[in-house]
T-cell receptor, first 115, second 111 residues
Framework: SAVISQKPSRDICQRGTSLTIQCQVD?????MFWYRQQPGQSLTLIAT?????????ESGFVIDKFPISRPNLTFSTLTVSNMSPEDSSIYLC????????????FGEGSRLTVL | GENVEQHPSTLSVQEGDSAVIKCTYS??????FPWYKQELGKGSQLIID?????GEKKDQRIAVTLNKTAKHFSLHITETQPEDSAVYFC??????????FGTGTSLTVIP
């Protein structure tokens, strides 16, 4: 398994501002992902964070709104830009250690409230 | 793409009783089915998983069954305890590819 630390664990932000969430893993991992969980909803994949290159975004998510960095194999950031109340969600970092084994591990999540 | 449905959305059981949560999936190519337990302040933790070459897997009070023909899999928790109260998510995946999650089941174990 992997120990995944996310910061901040929660935040309250004003409309129009941006917030960067950090994800640190205690070991090198093959793949890192960012998910969103809106209130009462399931987990939706935002993007795959690619080390050293641009992230791969899922349908409905764009780089201008959710810029992602992954400078190395243990760290990634997700920025939620120009926030609106609709962005209030839990944002989760997840990792897959080995591509072929399939297991996905999650951080504790960052609960974001936009006023 | 894959579509995962999960039922029920809420479930209340008396302590000591069993709880069963069911999921169906649409893509017959899916071959990996994990279950996650989500608790406040603890994030989402993998509690058990099953691969398509196995029909059932058990880990103490938790078991998962898979019916590939019917494309459904279920989580069984026996002898439930208050600490089992949480939101449970199922997921389906083709190994190495994207995970598709169910909508979650909020389980409450009543002491």
């Amino acid at each position: 398994s992997a120990v995944i630390s996310q910061k901040p664990s929660r935040d309250i932000c004003q409309r129009g501002t941006s917030l960067t969430i950090q994800c640190q893993v205690d070991s090198q991992v093959t793949m890192m992902f960012w998910y969103r969980q809106q209130p009462g909803q399931s987990l939706t994949l935002i993007a795959t964070a690619n080390q050293g290159s641009e992230a791969t975004y899922e349908s409905g998510f764009v780089i201008d709104k959710f810029p992602i960095s992954r400078p190395n194999l243990t760290f990634s950031t997700l920025t939620v830009s120009n926030m609106s109340p609709e962005d209030s969600s839990i944002y989760l970092c997840s990792v897959r250690i080995w591509l072929n084994t399939g297991e996905l591990f999650f951080g504790e999540g960052s609960r974001l409230t936009v006023l | 793409g894959e579509n995962v449905e999960q039922h029920p959305s809420t479930l209340s059981v008396q302590e000591g009783d069993s709880a069963v949560i069911k999921c169906t999936y649409s893509d017959s190519a899916s071959n990996y089915f994990p279950w996650y337990k989500q608790e406040l302040g603890k994030g989402s933790q993998l509690i058990i998983d099953i691969r398509s070459n196995v029909g059932e897997k058990k880990d103490q009070r938790i078991a998962v069954t898979l019916n590939k023909t019917a494309k459904h899999f279920s989580l069984h928790i026996t002898e439930t305890q208050p600490e089992d109260s949480a939101v449970y998510f199922c997921a389906a995946s083709i190994t190495g590819n994207q995970f598709y999650f169910g909508t979650g089941t909020s389980l409450t174990v009543i002491p």
